[in-house]
């Protein structure tokens, strides 16, 4: 089973910006999601990749987020520009069995925290 450690998570000023790095514990033969869980939410899909590029974003993260992937790096990121508070919440990448996956399958990680201020 493969599992997944985020980083690249801090605090910034709206309007700012911050890259998510996804570090696979081996090969990503996965299409990956990136999540978010921001506080009192159920946990939602932000962004997904499929081993051949194709991506999904949430309606309200396109144009501003890129989701990308380097797979002999084992590395799945997520290039989040124009923040604001509404995107504040704990990222986490998981395993997706498609581009809409919801749920993700696989352990969750740590994932790591996102806070946009005002």
């Known amino acids: 089973q493969v599992l997944f450690v985020e980083s690249g998570g801090g605090l910034v000023q709206a309007g700012g910006s911050l890259r998510l790095s996804c570090a696979a514990s081996?090969?990503?033969?996965?299409?990956v999601g990136w999540y978010r869980q921001a506080p009192g939410k159920q946990r939602e899909l932000v962004a997904s990749i499929t081993e051949g590029l194709s991506t999904h974003y949430q309606d309200a993260v396109k144009g501003r987020f890129t989701i990308s992937r380097d797979n002999a790096k084992k590395t799945v990121f997520l290039q989040m520009n124009s923040l604001n508070p509404e995107d504040t919440g704990v990222y986490y990448c998981?395993?997706?069995?498609?581009?809409?996956?919801?749920?993700?399958?696989?352990?969750w990680g740590q994932g790591t925290q996102v806070t946009v201020s005002s």
């Open positions: 998981n395993a997706a069995r498609n581009l809409y996956d919801w749920t993700g399958f696989g352990s």
């Open positions: 081996g090969s990503l033969f996965y299409t």
